[in-house]
């Protein structure tokens, strides 16, 4: 996900509320990068269980879906303790707050870095409700894609042949 819209710098570090409230302000642009059918329903959205108070970064609906989608922001690399974090909040929607009639409740972990390997061994193998993805504050230069390229090449070619 590329988040270029919100004009943060390259060198600046952000804390998690600073970017959620960058994407607050940019609302529009940020609904047409995730996708046609979003309606924002909460920022900070409180819950609480059995006493403890959570609070979900953002909050959306998507009619074309027909589901709940909570967003959880994470300025720095994504750990499994993150994602246990999503996969309660993802629960807690389908639980609590999705009627009958709607579709299971859709986790995205916006995070800075992602190890896919982490990702790939917390969730469950039949997992379809949560996803890690990665943000950019900004397009990757021409040269940047072509290393990405040849690295996604290089990892092919290295599977073709340890097989």
């Known amino acids: 996900m590329v988040l270029e819209f919100l004009g943060l710098k390259r060198e600046a570090a952000y804390y998690e509320k600073d970017l959620e409230s960058d994407i607050i302000t940019h609302l529009q642009e940020f609904l047409l990068e ?25 909050v ?19 750990t499994h303790e993150d994602i246990g974090q999503l996969q309660m909040y993802v629960n807690y929607y389908d639980r609590f707050e999705k009627q009958d009639f709607e579709n299971s409740t859709i986790g995205i972990l916006l995070c800075a870095d992602k190890n896919d390997a982490v990702v790939k061994i917390t969730l469950p193998e039949s997992n379809k409700t949560i996803i890690a993805s990665k943000y950019q504050l900004y397009l990757p230069t021409e040269q940047q894609l072509i290393d990405e390229v040849k690295k996604e090449i290089e990892k092919l070619d290295n599977g073709k042949n340890g097989n």
Request: glycine share 6%; charged share 25%; aromatic share 16%.
């Open 34 to 58: 995730i996708g046609n059918g979003f309606s924002f329903v909460a920022r900070q959205k409180r819950i609480h269980i059995e006493g403890d108070e959570f609070s979900i970064d953002l």
């Open 60 to 78: 959306f609906y998507n009619r074309l879906l027909q589901c709940f989608v909570v967003f959880e922001i994470k300025t720095t690399k994504l």
